[in-house]
């Protein structure tokens, strides 16, 4: 139904910034409305976070720990999401995972949506950010 490709990770300094980027590729059944699309991140041994969402009439929402440094965008021209993340911080050093729903679910972006609700991952991209 849907894959998704992430890239942009890297390893940065404290205090700089990284451009995430997750193309999404849709088959020709996923028509419906799913609500929105979004960025996880996990570190190893613990549950995947919410991080920031985008709904498909163009609304957002953030984790509390990323408001005001991180924006999720999307280009529809290309099926590309988006995630700048600024003023990166060692606590944001974790795997990024792009997500999508089943194509008939509608999850909305808020409030921040859990794991359990979307079907569709991608491969993650790593993100480490030392002080």
């Known amino acids: 139904q849907v894959q998704l490709v992430e890239s942009g990770g890297g390893s940065v300094q404290s205090g700089g910034s990284l451009r995430l980027s997750c193309v999404v590729s849709k088959s020709s059944s996923y028509t419906y409305d799913t609500g929105c699309m979004g960025w996880f991140r996990q570190v190893s041994g613990k549950e995947r976070e919410g991080v920031a969402f985008i709904g498909t009439d163009g609304s957002t929402t953030y984790a509390d720990s990323v408001k005001g440094r991180f924006t999720i965008s999307q280009d529809t021209a290309t099926n590309t999401l988006f995630l700048q993340m600024n003023s990166l911080k060692p606590e944001d050093t974790a795997m990024y995972y792009c997500?999508?729903?089943?194509?008939?679910?509608?999850?909305?972006?808020?409030?921040?949506?859990?794991?359990?609700?979307?079907?569709?991952w991608g491969q993650g991209t790593q993100v480490t950010v030392s002080s």
């Open positions: 997500a999508a729903p089943y194509y008939n679910d509608y999850v909305p972006p808020f409030p921040l949506p859990t794991e359990r609700a979307f079907t569709y």
